[in-house]
């Protein structure tokens, strides 16, 4: 069983929808979420960071950890087409906070 | 953010010769650098941790005598893949993280390199 799952699209929406992505995992360990947008051809971008359970949110995006259900999404409200691209979850936990891993990516489209 | 500096952003190889990839933190000082490899479609997987000034940390199943880093200075890393396979072809990523002992998720990425072994 891969550590980190996430599926991976590629999900397609109109302009202005809600969008939201999901990754689930297995070590309970981990502490620290975070996501990541990754455009083609280019580096992972931070977006958003969670520590341990909850909510929180920066302007369009939401991101929700659920540690009972291993379970973390990223809402992204009123959908613009420049979101369009790849969207990582990563993982850490806090005896190894520096070792990352990686959801494979849901690659999104958002149709102007 | 910061600014993480990778380069090349592509190159192409013939089999059995080394590529030197370079990662520069630009406006901060890195005393850590992260080395990813990226396959179409998966996620990124760590191959290896860098402290200035000392030596790496590799991962689990990555070669340390194919896969050489290192981090000689507070803004630069470098990755040489010696003797590249066609099976070495990957995407990789470098990041950057400020200040010993902080959090990886204050690290920032490179662009990435798209390394093609003919």
């Known amino acids: ?112 | 953010g910061a600014v993480v500096s990778q380069h090349p952003s592509r190159v192409i190889c013939k089999s059995g010769t080394s590529v030197k990839i370079e990662c520069r933190s630009l406006d901060f000082q890195a005393t850590t650098m992260f080395w990813y490899r990226q396959f179409p479609k998966k996620s990124l997987m760590l191959m290896a941790t860098s402290n200035e000034g000392s030596k790496a940390t590799y991962e689990q199943g990555v070669e340390k005598d194919k896969f050489l880093i290192n981090h000689a200075s507070l803004t630069l890393s470098t990755l040489t893949v010696t003797s590249a396979h066609p099976e070495d072809s990957s995407f990789y990523i470098c990041s950057a993280a400020s200040v010993r002992g902080r959090r990886n998720t204050e690290a920032f990425f490179g662009q990435g390199t798209r390394l093609t072994v003919v």
């Open chain 1, 1 to 112: 069983q891969k550590e980190v799952e996430q599926d991976p699209g590629p999900l397609s929406v109109p302009e202005g929808a809600i969008v939201s992505l999901n990754c689930t995992y297995s070590n309970s360990a981990f502490q620290y979420f975070m996501w990541y947008r990754q455009y083609s051809r280019k580096g992972p971008e931070l977006l958003m960071y969670t520590y341990s359970s909850g909510n929180k949110e920066d302007g369009r995006f939401t991101a929700q950890v659920d540690k009972s259900s291993k379970y973390i999404s990223l809402f992204i409200r009123d959908s613009q087409p420049s979101d369009s691209a790849t969207y990582l979850c990563a993982m850490s936990s806090l005896y190894n906070f520096n070792k990352f891993y990686f959801g494979s990516g849901t690659k999104l489209n958002v149709k102007p």
